[in-house]
């Protein structure tokens, strides 16, 4: 489709879903209601601007099936998050969500260069969480051999790799990592298997840990975006042939760029800013402008060119780091520490306010690699502070520590940082 056609039929979308959402659901009755607008006053499609937002606390408030629209008679499945945070947030899914969610799934995988009739070793993690059968039904979808893995089980995962030789990985890009250097502790090459493809997704990572990963095992690593509130895997996926960042489907959602300090602004196309989705297709649970909290840019089809790219994920707003004055994201970080040879990708940033201070201070924990000398960890922990310090504009301390000294992921990253307050 050409960029007109998508723009003309999200407006036509637009309308039905703002109207269908309107009916169905009471909590955007009365979101609408308060904010007074109605959904005959979209006209064109940046009038979506006019309309409230939805949260994850608008959702946890309705826990468990308040934002349903339908029956549960007509909801095939629901999903939910971990809640390790408060309530869960829930999702539902009708028999026609869950067909289009595959076909999005199974384009996302396509363009990642996975192709009908590939084995596809999927590592995601299976039950409430979307990610894992999510991927399945897209990788069926698809006409793929499916290797319902599951997260987890590192050994078990290698020797299926090794007996099963799937053509694609599907995981997050952190377990990825941990599976390569199992296979590195065996004395196995991971660049031996028989894997080409990985397609990887549910928490930001850097194009310093696609080299790392490209590197390892031998493949093409492409990104996949999605979250359970919106849809979950397969609301964007990225192209092999460019890799240059995930295209959104718009013809299913309609993505805006946000001041994350004045909601207010829309932001322009390479302008960076919190992501807000609208589901346009969406039957059991219609989402009308979300905040992610996600921090990208909105950028011109490649690959696709009918379909706007989101760069990739620089951060969120809830996993910010405040120091001194001073905004940074553990991307930033992971970036900065590839980019010197002898430090891995392993590290874990402590936040810590000592007694008697007023400011909280930052400390680096990362593994080295493999074989480094004393003298050489000392000299990359220097370096190290020295580009956070020319490129972020903080001081912090660097503590290299013993390679495989750090907890390593065993599906989705569970936390990015430590905050210790010693006061």
């Keep these: 489709m050409s960029r007109d056609q ?8 637009l309308q039905e879903t703002l109207a269908y959402a309107y009916e169905r659901v009471p909590l955007y009755q009365r979101k609408f209601d308060e904010a007074g607008v109605r959904p005959e006053d979209l006209k064109q499609v940046g009038d979506l601007a006019r309309f409230p937002f939805t949260t994850k606390e608008d959702l946890r408030a309705e826990y468990p099936f308040g934002m349903f629209a339908v029956p549960m008679s007509e909801v095939a499945r629901v999903h939910a998050s971990s809640g390790t945070t408060g309530r869960p947030t829930v999702v539902g899914y009708t028999k026609e969500d869950l067909d289009t969610w595959a076909t999005l799934v199974a384009r996302c995988l396509r363009a990642s260069g996975v192709r009908p009739g590939m084995k596809v070793h999927n590592a995601y993690g299976y039950g409430l969480f979307t990610g894992g059968l999510g991927a399945h039904g ?31 990985i599907l995981c997050t890009p952190t377990y990825l990592l941990t599976i390569g250097d199992a296979m590195l502790h065996r004395g196995l090459d991971p660049r031996a298997t028989s894997l080409k493809y990985a397609v990887l997704g549910a928490e930001p990572w850097t194009q310093e840990m696609r080299h790392e990963l490209e590197e390892m095992f031998g493949i093409k690593a492409c990104d996949i975006y999605g979250l ?3 849809m979950g895997p397969g609301v964007a996926g990225e192209a092999v042939e460019t890799q240059d960042g995930s295209h959104i489907w718009e013809d299913h959602f309609r993505p805006e760029i946000l001041d994350p300090f004045d909601l207010s602004r829309t932001l322009g196309d390479g302008e960076q800013g919190e992501l807000v989705f609208t589901s346009l297709t969406k039957k059991a649970l219609p989402i009308i ?14 690959a696709r060119p009918g379909h706007r790219r989101m760069g990739r994920i620089s951060g969120r707003t809830d996993d910010m780091i405040i120091l001194r004055g001073v905004n940074l994201f553990p991307s930033q970080i992971e970036e900065i520490a590839l980019r010197i040879p002898e430090l891995s990708p392993h590290f874990q940033l ?7 201070r007023r400011m909280d201070e930052l400390t680096v924990k990362i593994e080295p690699r493999e074989g480094t000398t004393p003298e050489q960890r000392r000299h990359a922990g220097a370096t190290l502070k020295q580009q956070i310090k ?17 907890e390593r992921s065993s599906g989705k990253l569970r936390r ?6 010693e006061a």
Excluded: W
Excluded at 138 to 145: D, F, S, Y
Excluded at 350 to 356: N, Q, S
Excluded at 416 to 421: E, F, K, L, M, S
């Design 6 to 13: 998508i723009e003309s039929l999200q407006l036509t979308r």
């Design 138 to 168: 897209g990788a069926e979808k698809l006409g793929c051999t499916v290797i319902p893995m599951s997260g987890g089980q590192t050994e078990k995962q290698i020797q299926l790799i090794e007996d099963f030789a799937p053509d694609a």
């Design 228 to 230: 359970s509130e919106v």
């Design 289 to 302: 402008r979300y905040r992610t909290k996600d921090l990208t840019a909105l950028l011109p089809g490649t």
């Design 350 to 356: 402590e936040l810590t306010r000592p007694a008697g």
């Design 390 to 406: 020319i490129h972020i504009g903080s001081s912090c301390h660097i503590d290299v520590v013993e390679p495989g000294a750090l």
């Design 416 to 421: 990015i940082y430590d905050r210790r307050n």
